[in-house]
Protein backbone atom coordinates (compact mmCIF):
# COMPACT_ATOMS: atom_id res chain seq x y z
CA UNK A 1 0.00 0.00 0.00
CA UNK A 2 2.89 2.29 0.92
CA UNK A 3 4.41 1.45 -2.58
CA UNK A 4 0.78 2.67 -4.51
CA UNK A 5 1.04 5.88 -2.48
CA UNK A 6 4.22 6.97 -2.89
CA UNK A 7 4.14 6.20 -6.65
CA UNK A 8 0.48 8.62 -6.92
CA UNK A 9 2.57 11.30 -5.54
CA UNK A 10 5.66 10.79 -7.39
CA UNK A 11 3.19 11.05 -10.78
CA UNK A 12 1.09 14.46 -9.28
CA UNK A 13 4.68 15.83 -8.74
CA UNK A 14 5.80 14.89 -12.02
CA UNK A 15 2.89 16.27 -14.22
CA UNK A 16 3.04 19.49 -12.32
CA UNK A 17 6.80 19.78 -13.25
CA UNK A 18 5.92 19.04 -16.12
CA UNK A 19 3.33 22.20 -16.31
CA UNK A 20 5.53 24.08 -15.11
CA UNK A 21 8.28 23.22 -17.22
CA UNK A 22 6.31 23.31 -20.33
CA UNK A 23 5.64 27.07 -19.39
CA UNK A 24 9.05 28.28 -18.55
CA UNK A 25 10.11 27.00 -22.02
CA UNK A 26 7.74 28.71 -23.78
CA UNK A 27 8.84 32.36 -21.96
CA UNK A 28 12.49 31.66 -22.89
CA UNK A 29 11.06 30.78 -26.67
CA UNK A 30 9.46 33.81 -26.69
CA UNK A 31 12.31 35.78 -25.01
CA UNK A 32 14.40 34.63 -27.30
CA UNK A 33 12.34 35.95 -30.20
CA UNK A 34 11.85 39.22 -29.12
CA UNK A 35 16.05 39.19 -28.34
CA UNK A 36 16.38 38.16 -32.30
CA UNK A 37 14.23 40.79 -33.84
CA UNK A 38 15.72 43.70 -31.48
CA UNK A 39 19.08 42.85 -31.70
CA UNK A 40 21.58 41.03 -34.31
CA UNK A 41 24.89 38.92 -33.82
CA UNK A 42 26.33 41.27 -36.22
CA UNK A 43 26.00 44.53 -34.22
CA UNK A 44 26.90 42.47 -30.70
CA UNK A 45 30.41 41.75 -32.73
CA UNK A 46 30.58 45.27 -33.88
CA UNK A 47 30.24 46.24 -30.40
CA UNK A 48 32.80 44.10 -29.13
CA UNK A 49 36.30 44.67 -27.64
CA UNK A 50 38.96 42.42 -29.29
CA UNK A 51 41.79 41.03 -27.30
CA UNK A 52 44.97 38.90 -29.29
CA UNK A 53 46.48 36.84 -26.97
CA UNK A 54 49.94 36.08 -27.87
CA UNK A 55 51.02 32.65 -26.65
CA UNK A 56 54.60 31.12 -26.45
CA UNK A 57 54.00 28.02 -26.93
CA UNK A 58 51.05 25.55 -28.32
CA UNK A 59 47.57 24.13 -27.12
CA UNK A 60 47.77 21.00 -24.91
CA UNK A 61 51.16 22.88 -23.15
CA UNK A 62 49.46 22.66 -19.25
CA UNK A 63 51.07 25.93 -17.86
CA UNK A 64 50.08 28.42 -20.85
CA UNK A 65 46.63 26.41 -21.37
CA UNK A 66 45.87 27.67 -17.60
CA UNK A 67 47.09 31.20 -18.49
CA UNK A 68 44.27 30.59 -20.97
CA UNK A 69 41.68 29.25 -19.41
CA UNK A 70 42.07 31.85 -16.58
CA UNK A 71 41.67 34.84 -19.05
CA UNK A 72 38.72 33.26 -21.27
CA UNK A 73 36.56 32.58 -17.87
CA UNK A 74 36.92 36.02 -16.46
CA UNK A 75 36.39 37.57 -19.91
CA UNK A 76 33.15 35.87 -19.85
CA UNK A 77 31.82 36.52 -16.78
CA UNK A 78 32.38 40.30 -17.61
CA UNK A 79 29.43 42.86 -18.40
CA UNK A 80 31.20 44.25 -21.05
CA UNK A 81 30.99 41.69 -24.81
CA UNK A 82 35.04 40.58 -25.35
CA UNK A 83 36.13 38.90 -28.33
CA UNK A 84 39.51 36.87 -27.75
CA UNK A 85 41.62 35.74 -30.30
CA UNK A 86 44.85 33.80 -29.63
CA UNK A 87 47.76 33.07 -31.52
CA UNK A 88 50.44 30.31 -30.56
CA UNK A 89 54.16 31.03 -31.15
CA UNK A 90 55.26 27.07 -30.58
CA UNK A 91 58.64 28.10 -29.43
CA UNK A 92 59.16 24.80 -27.47
CA UNK A 93 58.76 22.13 -30.10
CA UNK A 94 60.26 24.64 -33.55
CA UNK A 95 62.42 27.08 -34.32
CA UNK A 96 61.27 30.51 -33.37
CA UNK A 97 62.74 33.00 -35.10
CA UNK A 98 61.27 32.10 -38.77
CA UNK A 99 57.58 31.54 -37.08
CA UNK A 100 57.94 35.13 -35.25
CA UNK A 101 58.61 36.73 -38.73
CA UNK A 102 55.52 34.75 -40.67
CA UNK A 103 53.14 35.38 -37.61
CA UNK A 104 54.25 39.17 -37.98
CA UNK A 105 53.64 38.96 -41.34
CA UNK A 106 50.42 37.07 -41.56
CA UNK A 107 49.16 40.17 -38.46
CA UNK A 108 50.30 42.74 -41.01
CA UNK A 109 48.15 41.11 -43.23
CA UNK A 110 45.06 40.99 -41.79
CA UNK A 111 45.75 44.73 -40.44
CA UNK A 112 45.45 43.65 -36.67
CA UNK A 113 46.49 47.24 -35.71
CA UNK A 114 42.77 48.08 -37.26
CA UNK A 115 41.29 44.58 -35.53
CA UNK A 116 42.36 44.81 -31.92
CA UNK A 117 42.13 46.97 -28.59
CA UNK A 118 44.59 45.64 -26.44
CA UNK A 119 47.83 42.40 -26.33
CA UNK A 120 47.92 40.38 -23.34
CA UNK A 121 50.66 38.22 -24.00
CA UNK A 122 52.14 34.98 -21.73
CA UNK A 123 55.97 34.04 -21.08
CA UNK A 124 59.19 35.67 -22.32
CA UNK A 125 58.97 34.66 -26.27
CA UNK A 126 55.52 36.33 -26.20
CA UNK A 127 56.13 40.10 -24.58
CA UNK A 128 59.80 39.76 -26.59
CA UNK A 129 57.47 38.99 -29.84
CA UNK A 130 55.28 41.84 -29.41
CA UNK A 131 58.02 44.75 -28.19
CA UNK A 132 59.70 43.32 -31.64
CA UNK A 133 56.47 44.60 -33.77
CA UNK A 134 55.11 47.12 -31.10
CA UNK A 135 56.07 50.19 -33.60
CA UNK A 136 54.57 48.17 -36.80
CA UNK A 137 51.86 46.11 -35.19
CA UNK A 138 50.60 47.41 -32.03
CA UNK A 139 51.74 51.51 -32.14
CA UNK A 140 48.30 52.44 -29.71
CA UNK A 141 47.40 49.06 -28.41
CA UNK A 142 48.12 48.56 -24.56
CA UNK A 143 49.97 45.23 -23.74
CA UNK A 144 49.41 43.31 -20.63
CA UNK A 145 52.27 40.76 -20.19
CA UNK A 146 51.89 37.27 -17.81
CA UNK A 147 54.40 34.60 -16.72
CA UNK A 148 57.45 36.85 -16.28
CA UNK A 149 60.37 34.92 -14.47
CA UNK A 150 63.66 35.57 -16.49
CA UNK A 151 63.04 38.63 -18.26
CA UNK A 152 64.79 42.65 -18.36
CA UNK A 153 62.38 44.70 -16.15
CA UNK A 154 64.61 47.81 -17.50
CA UNK A 155 63.21 46.61 -20.88
CA UNK A 156 59.68 46.69 -19.79
CA UNK A 157 60.42 50.24 -18.36
CA UNK A 158 61.64 51.67 -20.97
CA UNK A 159 58.88 50.41 -23.46
CA UNK A 160 55.68 52.59 -23.60
CA UNK A 161 52.12 51.11 -23.18
CA UNK A 162 52.91 48.03 -21.22
CA UNK A 163 51.55 47.00 -18.05
CA UNK A 164 51.35 43.52 -16.44
CA UNK A 165 50.89 40.90 -13.82
CA UNK A 166 54.56 41.06 -12.72
CA UNK A 167 56.68 38.25 -10.77
CA UNK A 168 55.81 36.73 -7.67
CA UNK A 169 59.15 37.39 -5.21
CA UNK A 170 57.43 36.74 -1.89
CA UNK A 171 59.29 33.44 -1.42
CA UNK A 172 60.00 33.85 2.59
CA UNK A 173 56.13 34.12 3.39
CA UNK A 174 56.35 30.43 1.68
CA UNK A 175 59.48 29.23 3.84
CA UNK A 176 57.62 31.06 6.89
CA UNK A 177 54.38 29.35 6.88
CA UNK A 178 56.43 25.54 6.41
CA UNK A 179 58.33 26.83 9.47
CA UNK A 180 54.75 27.22 11.40
CA UNK A 181 53.60 24.25 11.01
CA UNK A 182 57.38 22.66 11.74
CA UNK A 183 58.70 24.71 14.78
CA UNK A 184 60.92 21.92 15.39
CA UNK A 185 62.68 22.24 12.13
CA UNK A 186 66.68 22.79 12.27
CA UNK A 187 67.69 22.49 8.64
CA UNK A 188 66.07 24.45 5.74
CA UNK A 189 67.92 22.25 2.21
CA UNK A 190 66.86 23.49 -0.97
CA UNK A 191 67.28 21.51 -4.13
CA UNK A 192 67.28 23.23 -7.89
CA UNK A 193 68.25 23.17 -11.13
CA UNK A 194 70.05 26.36 -12.85
CA UNK A 195 69.56 24.30 -16.32
CA UNK A 196 66.82 26.47 -17.68
CA UNK A 197 65.96 30.45 -17.32
CA UNK A 198 62.88 30.17 -15.27
CA UNK A 199 64.53 27.45 -12.51
CA UNK A 200 67.95 29.97 -12.78
CA UNK A 201 65.43 33.02 -11.50
CA UNK A 202 64.26 31.24 -8.81
CA UNK A 203 67.41 29.94 -7.50
CA UNK A 204 68.24 33.43 -7.54
CA UNK A 205 65.73 34.83 -5.63
CA UNK A 206 66.28 32.31 -2.65
CA UNK A 207 69.60 33.24 -2.54
CA UNK A 208 69.52 36.96 -2.77
CA UNK A 209 65.81 37.39 -0.41
CA UNK A 210 65.56 34.35 1.79
CA UNK A 211 68.54 32.29 2.55
CA UNK A 212 70.19 35.78 4.23
CA UNK A 213 67.34 35.95 6.25
CA UNK A 214 66.73 32.35 7.24
CA UNK A 215 70.44 31.33 8.09
CA UNK A 216 70.89 33.16 11.34
CA UNK A 217 68.67 31.17 12.94
CA UNK A 218 68.55 28.15 10.81
CA UNK A 219 71.50 25.58 9.05
CA UNK A 220 70.88 26.47 5.42
CA UNK A 221 71.33 23.67 2.72
CA UNK A 222 71.37 24.11 -1.14
CA UNK A 223 72.34 21.21 -3.48
CA UNK A 224 72.24 22.39 -7.41
CA UNK A 225 71.70 20.09 -10.75
CA UNK A 226 72.90 16.89 -8.55
CA UNK A 227 72.26 13.41 -9.73
CA UNK A 228 69.55 11.38 -7.88
CA UNK A 229 72.72 9.35 -5.93
CA UNK A 230 74.58 12.04 -5.25
CA UNK A 231 71.69 14.07 -3.73
CA UNK A 232 70.65 10.78 -1.97
CA UNK A 233 74.12 10.50 0.15
CA UNK A 234 73.78 14.51 0.70
CA UNK A 235 70.47 14.39 2.10
CA UNK A 236 71.01 11.16 4.19
CA UNK A 237 73.84 13.05 6.56
CA UNK A 238 71.45 16.16 7.44
CA UNK A 239 69.11 16.53 10.62
CA UNK A 240 65.78 14.57 11.37
CA UNK A 241 64.43 17.63 11.70
CA UNK A 242 64.93 18.65 8.12
CA UNK A 243 62.61 20.34 5.52
CA UNK A 244 63.19 20.13 2.14
CA UNK A 245 62.44 23.06 -0.43
CA UNK A 246 61.68 21.92 -4.55
CA UNK A 247 63.48 25.52 -6.27
CA UNK A 248 62.96 23.86 -9.74
CA UNK A 249 60.42 22.03 -11.42
CA UNK A 250 62.68 19.44 -12.68
CA UNK A 251 66.30 17.76 -11.91
CA UNK A 252 68.75 16.08 -13.90
CA UNK A 253 69.46 12.65 -15.15
CA UNK A 254 71.89 10.64 -15.35
CA UNK A 255 72.35 10.78 -18.77
CA UNK A 256 72.53 14.44 -18.71
CA UNK A 257 68.50 14.77 -19.39
CA UNK A 258 65.78 16.10 -17.22
CA UNK A 259 63.44 14.39 -14.95
CA UNK A 260 59.79 15.61 -15.96
CA UNK A 261 57.94 17.92 -13.08
CA UNK A 262 56.28 15.10 -11.72
CA UNK A 263 58.74 12.58 -11.74
CA UNK A 264 60.81 15.20 -10.18
CA UNK A 265 58.08 15.59 -7.21
CA UNK A 266 57.54 11.66 -6.81
CA UNK A 267 61.43 10.77 -6.32
CA UNK A 268 62.32 14.21 -3.85
CA UNK A 269 59.30 12.59 -1.74
CA UNK A 270 60.36 9.24 -1.79
CA UNK A 271 64.99 9.30 -1.37
CA UNK A 272 63.86 10.65 2.01
CA UNK A 273 61.86 10.90 5.10
CA UNK A 274 61.59 14.67 5.46
CA UNK A 275 58.71 16.61 4.55
CA UNK A 276 59.18 18.22 1.20
CA UNK A 277 57.48 21.88 -0.19
CA UNK A 278 57.55 23.23 -3.53
CA UNK A 279 56.83 26.39 -5.58
CA UNK A 280 55.37 24.57 -8.75
CA UNK A 281 51.74 23.93 -8.75
CA UNK A 282 53.12 21.12 -11.10
CA UNK A 283 54.13 18.91 -7.93
CA UNK A 284 51.33 19.39 -6.19
CA UNK A 285 49.93 15.62 -5.87
CA UNK A 286 52.91 13.66 -6.57
CA UNK A 287 54.60 13.41 -2.69
CA UNK A 288 54.97 17.30 -1.65
CA UNK A 289 53.20 18.08 1.00
CA UNK A 290 51.96 21.32 -0.59
CA UNK A 291 53.42 25.06 -1.03
CA UNK A 292 52.87 28.56 -1.79
CA UNK A 293 51.94 28.34 -5.41
CA UNK A 294 51.56 30.89 -8.58
CA UNK A 295 49.29 28.81 -10.96
CA UNK A 296 48.89 29.77 -14.66
CA UNK A 297 44.92 30.48 -14.11
CA UNK A 298 45.22 33.05 -11.17
CA UNK A 299 47.94 34.63 -13.77
CA UNK A 300 45.35 34.18 -16.79
CA UNK A 301 42.53 35.81 -14.19
CA UNK A 302 44.67 38.67 -12.94
CA UNK A 303 45.51 39.47 -16.24
CA UNK A 304 41.63 39.98 -17.70
CA UNK A 305 41.01 41.84 -14.67
CA UNK A 306 43.50 44.27 -15.88
CA UNK A 307 42.57 44.23 -19.24
CA UNK A 308 39.14 44.66 -18.39
CA UNK A 309 40.45 47.89 -16.65
CA UNK A 310 42.33 49.23 -19.35
CA UNK A 311 39.61 49.00 -21.71
CA UNK A 312 37.28 50.83 -19.59
CA UNK A 313 39.68 53.79 -19.13
CA UNK A 314 40.84 56.55 -21.85
CA UNK A 315 42.65 55.72 -24.45
CA UNK A 316 45.21 58.92 -23.71
CA UNK A 317 45.29 58.12 -19.69
CA UNK A 318 48.17 56.42 -18.22
CA UNK A 319 47.92 52.73 -17.86
CA UNK A 320 47.60 51.28 -14.34
CA UNK A 321 50.93 49.98 -12.25
CA UNK A 322 51.97 46.22 -13.32
CA UNK A 323 50.71 44.21 -10.27
CA UNK A 324 52.33 41.38 -8.27
CA UNK A 325 51.24 37.85 -9.55
CA UNK A 326 48.84 36.17 -6.61
CA UNK A 327 49.53 33.31 -4.94
CA UNK A 328 47.86 30.45 -3.43
CA UNK A 329 48.60 28.06 -0.75
CA UNK A 330 48.10 24.61 -1.50
CA UNK A 331 48.44 21.26 0.41
CA UNK A 332 48.37 17.65 -0.39
CA UNK A 333 46.25 16.00 2.39
CA UNK A 334 47.64 12.47 1.97
CA UNK A 335 51.03 14.03 2.68
CA UNK A 336 49.99 16.22 5.52
CA UNK A 337 48.62 12.85 7.22
CA UNK A 338 51.78 10.85 6.23
CA UNK A 339 54.28 13.63 8.12
CA UNK A 340 51.75 13.73 10.94
CA UNK A 341 50.90 17.30 10.69
CA UNK A 342 47.99 18.94 12.46
CA UNK A 343 45.67 19.79 9.79
CA UNK A 344 44.19 22.21 12.41
CA UNK A 345 47.62 24.35 11.91
CA UNK A 346 46.96 24.85 8.14
CA UNK A 347 46.56 28.73 7.09
CA UNK A 348 43.23 29.79 6.72
CA UNK A 349 41.96 30.24 2.94
CA UNK A 350 44.29 27.22 1.77
CA UNK A 351 43.55 24.94 -1.20
CA UNK A 352 43.32 20.87 -0.20
CA UNK A 353 44.02 17.90 -3.35
CA UNK A 354 42.98 14.21 -1.27
CA UNK A 355 40.53 15.68 0.70
CA UNK A 356 38.33 12.64 1.96
CA UNK A 357 34.79 13.93 2.83
CA UNK A 358 33.13 12.23 5.79
CA UNK A 359 30.57 9.16 4.99
CA UNK A 360 27.83 11.42 5.89
CA UNK A 361 28.27 13.97 3.64
CA UNK A 362 29.25 11.70 1.00
CA UNK A 363 26.07 9.71 1.36
CA UNK A 364 23.84 13.10 2.66
CA UNK A 365 21.66 13.13 -0.33
CA UNK A 366 20.70 8.80 0.26
CA UNK A 367 20.48 9.55 4.08
CA UNK A 368 18.09 12.81 3.68
CA UNK A 369 16.19 10.34 1.40
CA UNK A 370 15.86 7.46 3.55
CA UNK A 371 14.87 9.72 6.70
CA UNK A 372 12.23 11.31 4.61
CA UNK A 373 11.21 7.86 3.71
CA UNK A 374 11.39 6.84 7.41
CA UNK A 375 9.23 9.65 7.91
CA UNK A 376 6.47 9.36 5.47
CA UNK A 377 5.78 5.70 6.23
CA UNK A 378 5.71 6.71 9.93
CA UNK A 379 3.13 9.05 9.65
CA UNK A 380 1.07 6.48 7.88
CA UNK A 381 1.51 4.30 10.84
CA UNK A 382 0.20 7.42 13.02
CA UNK A 383 -2.69 7.59 10.65
CA UNK A 384 -3.47 3.95 10.58
CA UNK A 385 -3.05 3.89 14.30
CA UNK A 386 -5.47 6.76 15.08
CA UNK A 387 -8.13 5.31 12.54
CA UNK A 388 -8.19 2.10 14.38
CA UNK A 389 -9.31 4.24 17.42
CA UNK A 390 -12.36 4.94 15.82
CA UNK A 391 -12.73 1.82 13.37
CA UNK A 392 -11.29 -1.38 15.10
CA UNK A 393 -11.58 -3.03 11.70
CA UNK A 394 -8.54 -1.57 10.56
CA UNK A 395 -6.19 -3.09 13.11
CA UNK A 396 -5.28 -6.48 10.89
CA UNK A 397 -4.34 -4.07 7.72
CA UNK A 398 -2.23 -2.02 10.03
CA UNK A 399 -0.45 -5.18 11.04
CA UNK A 400 -0.15 -6.00 7.73
CA UNK A 401 1.72 -2.72 7.18
CA UNK A 402 3.80 -3.05 9.86
CA UNK A 403 5.17 -6.38 8.79
CA UNK A 404 5.67 -4.75 5.23
CA UNK A 405 8.08 -2.61 6.60
CA UNK A 406 9.56 -4.61 8.52
CA UNK A 407 10.28 -7.01 6.02
CA UNK A 408 12.01 -3.52 3.96
CA UNK A 409 13.47 -1.92 6.75
CA UNK A 410 15.30 -5.65 6.74
CA UNK A 411 16.00 -5.23 2.96
CA UNK A 412 17.40 -2.19 3.31
CA UNK A 413 19.69 -3.20 5.87
CA UNK A 414 21.09 -5.82 3.71
CA UNK A 415 21.31 -4.01 0.79
CA UNK A 416 23.19 -1.40 3.41
CA UNK A 417 25.39 -4.17 4.77
CA UNK A 418 26.19 -5.51 0.99
CA UNK A 419 27.08 -2.01 -0.06
CA UNK A 420 29.50 -1.73 3.32
CA UNK A 421 31.41 -4.96 2.40
CA UNK A 422 31.60 -3.66 -0.85
CA UNK A 423 33.42 -0.73 0.09
CA UNK A 424 35.97 -2.15 2.57
CA UNK A 425 36.36 -4.80 -0.42
CA UNK A 426 37.24 -1.71 -2.90
CA UNK A 427 39.45 0.14 -0.43
CA UNK A 428 42.23 -2.29 -0.49
CA UNK A 429 42.13 -3.63 -3.76
CA UNK A 430 43.16 -2.45 -6.98
CA UNK A 431 40.52 -2.83 -9.86
CA UNK A 432 42.50 -3.09 -12.80
CA UNK A 433 45.23 -6.26 -11.30
CA UNK A 434 43.26 -7.51 -8.85
CA UNK A 435 46.15 -7.25 -6.44
CA UNK A 436 46.17 -5.12 -3.10
CA UNK A 437 46.21 -0.97 -3.97
CA UNK A 438 48.76 1.34 -2.49
CA UNK A 439 46.72 1.51 1.04
CA UNK A 440 46.76 -1.94 1.62
CA UNK A 441 50.33 -2.19 0.29
CA UNK A 442 51.41 1.08 2.98
CA UNK A 443 49.39 -0.90 5.98
CA UNK A 444 50.79 -4.76 5.23
CA UNK A 445 54.77 -3.30 5.24
CA UNK A 446 54.47 -1.18 8.22
CA UNK A 447 52.53 -4.54 9.85
CA UNK A 448 55.19 -6.86 8.19
CA UNK A 449 58.04 -4.66 9.92
CA UNK A 450 57.25 -5.02 12.98
CA UNK A 451 56.57 -8.28 13.12
CA UNK A 452 59.68 -9.41 11.44
CA UNK A 453 61.05 -6.96 14.32
CA UNK A 454 59.52 -8.71 17.12
CA UNK A 455 60.17 -12.16 16.20
CA UNK A 456 63.56 -11.58 14.59
CA UNK A 457 62.54 -13.40 11.26
CA UNK A 458 64.16 -11.82 7.87
CA UNK A 459 61.67 -9.90 5.12
CA UNK A 460 62.14 -8.97 1.56
CA UNK A 461 60.75 -6.70 -0.41
CA UNK A 462 60.60 -6.22 -4.39
CA UNK A 463 59.40 -2.85 -5.81
CA UNK A 464 58.60 -4.05 -9.99
CA UNK A 465 58.42 -1.60 -12.67
CA UNK A 466 57.92 -2.51 -16.59
CA UNK A 467 60.78 -1.54 -18.78
CA UNK A 468 60.24 1.40 -21.15
CA UNK A 469 56.64 1.12 -20.02
CA UNK A 470 56.16 5.11 -21.38
CA UNK A 471 57.42 3.89 -24.69
CA UNK A 472 55.08 1.18 -24.58
CA UNK A 473 52.04 3.42 -24.33
CA UNK A 474 53.06 5.88 -25.95
CA UNK A 475 53.60 3.06 -29.29
CA UNK A 476 50.87 0.74 -28.36
CA UNK A 477 48.26 2.34 -26.50
CA UNK A 478 46.79 2.79 -23.06
CA UNK A 479 44.03 0.30 -23.92
CA UNK A 480 47.08 -2.44 -24.58
CA UNK A 481 49.31 -1.14 -21.69
CA UNK A 482 46.59 -2.31 -19.39
CA UNK A 483 46.11 -5.54 -20.91
CA UNK A 484 49.75 -6.21 -20.49
CA UNK A 485 49.73 -5.25 -17.00
CA UNK A 486 47.04 -7.49 -16.25
CA UNK A 487 48.90 -10.62 -17.78
CA UNK A 488 52.19 -9.74 -15.43
CA UNK A 489 49.50 -9.52 -12.50
CA UNK A 490 48.87 -13.05 -13.23
CA UNK A 491 52.28 -14.04 -13.22
CA UNK A 492 52.98 -12.72 -9.92
CA UNK A 493 49.91 -14.35 -8.58
CA UNK A 494 51.32 -17.74 -10.21
CA UNK A 495 54.51 -17.46 -8.66
CA UNK A 496 53.92 -15.86 -5.22
CA UNK A 497 51.41 -17.96 -4.10
CA UNK A 498 51.76 -18.52 -0.34
CA UNK A 499 49.28 -16.73 1.85
CA UNK A 500 51.56 -14.32 3.77
CA UNK A 501 52.70 -13.07 0.61
CA UNK A 502 51.41 -9.57 0.13
CA UNK A 503 50.89 -8.74 -3.71
CA UNK A 504 50.41 -4.66 -5.02
CA UNK A 505 50.16 -2.65 -7.37
CA UNK A 506 50.90 0.85 -6.92
CA UNK A 507 50.66 3.74 -8.88
CA UNK A 508 52.79 4.89 -11.77
CA UNK A 509 52.94 1.24 -13.01
CA UNK A 510 54.62 -0.44 -10.60
CA UNK A 511 54.01 -3.89 -8.31
CA UNK A 512 55.68 -4.53 -5.44
CA UNK A 513 55.68 -7.83 -3.52
CA UNK A 514 56.79 -8.64 0.17
CA UNK A 515 57.69 -11.57 1.31
CA UNK A 516 57.77 -12.28 4.77
CA UNK A 517 59.85 -14.99 6.35
CA UNK A 518 62.56 -14.46 3.41
CA UNK A 519 65.69 -14.17 3.13
CA UNK A 520 67.33 -11.93 0.03
CA UNK A 521 68.49 -15.65 -1.66
CA UNK A 522 65.51 -17.07 -1.23
CA UNK A 523 64.03 -13.76 -2.64
CA UNK A 524 66.23 -13.87 -5.60
CA UNK A 525 65.14 -17.26 -6.59
CA UNK A 526 61.25 -15.42 -6.94
CA UNK A 527 62.83 -12.71 -8.60
CA UNK A 528 64.11 -15.35 -11.52
CA UNK A 529 60.83 -17.30 -11.77
CA UNK A 530 59.44 -13.56 -12.11
CA UNK A 531 61.82 -13.45 -15.15
CA UNK A 532 61.64 -16.50 -16.54
CA UNK A 533 57.59 -17.07 -16.22
CA UNK A 534 57.53 -13.31 -17.77
CA UNK A 535 59.92 -14.91 -20.53
CA UNK A 536 57.60 -17.86 -21.24
CA UNK A 537 54.95 -15.69 -21.71
CA UNK A 538 56.63 -13.11 -24.14
CA UNK A 539 54.94 -10.43 -24.50
CA UNK A 540 55.46 -8.86 -27.29
CA UNK A 541 57.44 -5.48 -27.55
CA UNK A 542 59.49 -4.10 -30.48
CA UNK A 543 61.31 -1.82 -29.05
CA UNK A 544 62.70 -4.18 -25.96
CA UNK A 545 66.22 -5.41 -26.97
CA UNK A 546 64.79 -9.56 -26.32
CA UNK A 547 61.64 -8.21 -28.24
CA UNK A 548 58.79 -8.85 -25.39
CA UNK A 549 58.39 -7.07 -22.16
CA UNK A 550 60.89 -7.51 -19.94
CA UNK A 551 60.67 -6.34 -15.68
CA UNK A 552 63.24 -4.74 -13.41
CA UNK A 553 63.69 -5.62 -9.90
CA UNK A 554 64.59 -3.22 -6.88
CA UNK A 555 65.31 -6.09 -3.92
CA UNK A 556 65.66 -4.81 -0.23
CA UNK A 557 66.25 -7.73 2.23
CA UNK A 558 65.94 -7.25 6.21
CA UNK A 559 67.31 -10.14 7.84
CA UNK A 560 67.02 -11.35 11.48
CA UNK A 561 66.93 -8.42 13.82
CA UNK A 562 65.12 -6.84 16.26
CA UNK A 563 65.98 -3.30 15.14
CA UNK A 564 62.37 -1.55 14.19
CA UNK A 565 62.97 -0.30 10.53
CA UNK A 566 61.22 2.66 9.34
CA UNK A 567 59.26 1.31 6.63
CA UNK A 568 59.88 4.34 3.94
CA UNK A 569 63.62 3.39 4.48
CA UNK A 570 62.61 0.19 3.49
CA UNK A 571 61.11 1.56 0.22
CA UNK A 572 63.56 3.74 -0.57
CA UNK A 573 66.15 1.06 -0.52
CA UNK A 574 63.97 -0.91 -3.32
CA UNK A 575 63.25 1.73 -5.25
CA UNK A 576 66.71 2.64 -5.28
CA UNK A 577 68.00 -0.86 -6.39
CA UNK A 578 65.28 -0.91 -8.67
CA UNK A 579 66.09 2.72 -10.61
CA UNK A 580 69.71 0.94 -10.99
CA UNK A 581 68.71 -1.80 -12.65
CA UNK A 582 66.65 0.33 -14.92
CA UNK A 583 69.78 2.11 -15.49
CA UNK A 584 71.50 -1.05 -16.27
CA UNK A 585 69.94 -1.87 -19.04
CA UNK A 586 66.58 -3.80 -17.16
CA UNK A 587 65.72 -7.34 -17.37
CA UNK A 588 67.34 -7.78 -14.24
CA UNK A 589 67.09 -7.48 -10.62
CA UNK A 590 69.31 -5.85 -8.49
CA UNK A 591 69.27 -6.10 -4.52
CA UNK A 592 70.26 -4.82 -1.19
CA UNK A 593 70.38 -5.84 2.75
CA UNK A 594 68.91 -3.80 5.56
CA UNK A 595 70.70 -3.19 9.11
CA UNK A 596 73.69 -4.97 7.86
CA UNK A 597 76.69 -3.84 5.80
CA UNK A 598 75.11 -3.23 2.56
CA UNK A 599 76.75 -5.64 -0.47
CA UNK A 600 74.96 -5.08 -3.31
CA UNK A 601 74.17 -7.92 -5.96
CA UNK A 602 73.33 -8.46 -9.64
CA UNK A 603 71.43 -10.50 -11.02
CA UNK A 604 70.17 -10.89 -14.50
CA UNK A 605 66.40 -11.77 -15.54
CA UNK A 606 67.65 -13.69 -19.11
Known amino acids: MSKRILCKVTGLVSRCF ?7 VMVLLLSASATSLSSTPVSAEMSAKKILFINSFHRGYGWSDEVENGLRETLAASAEPIELSVVYLDTLRHDAAPIKDKLADILALKKVNDATDLIVTSDKPAIEFALAHQ ?38 NAVDIALTLHPEAETIAFIGSEREGHNQHMVDVIRDNVIPALSKKLNIEIYLDKPLDELDESLSQLSAKTLLFAL ?4 PKMDGSLYSPAETARLLASVTPFPVYTFWHSHIGHGPVGGQIVTGFSQGKAAAQLALQVLDQDLNAPLPADQVAPASLFFDLEAVEKHQIESAKLPEGSRFINYQAPIWQEYKT ?39 LNHALDLNQEALDDVTHQLEEVNIVDELTGLGNTRHFNDML ?43 SQIIKDTCQ ?51 ITLSIGLSSLESTEDR ?33 SSSSTSNGN
Open 366 to 404: EALTTLVIVFGLSSMVLAFVLLARRQTETIHQISDENVE
Open 18 to 24: NIQFASV
Open 135 to 172: DTLFPRQPIIYTALTDFSVKTLNDAPRITGISEFTDYL
Open 498 to 548: RSSDVLAFLQNAKFAIILPHTTRDNSQVVCQKLHSGLKQKSLPFILSQTGA
Open 248 to 251: SNTI
Open 446 to 488: DKELRRASRYKTPLSLLLISVDQFDAYVNTQGQEDADKQLVAI
Open 565 to 597: INPQHMFNTSEMMRIDAERKGGNGTRSDVISVH
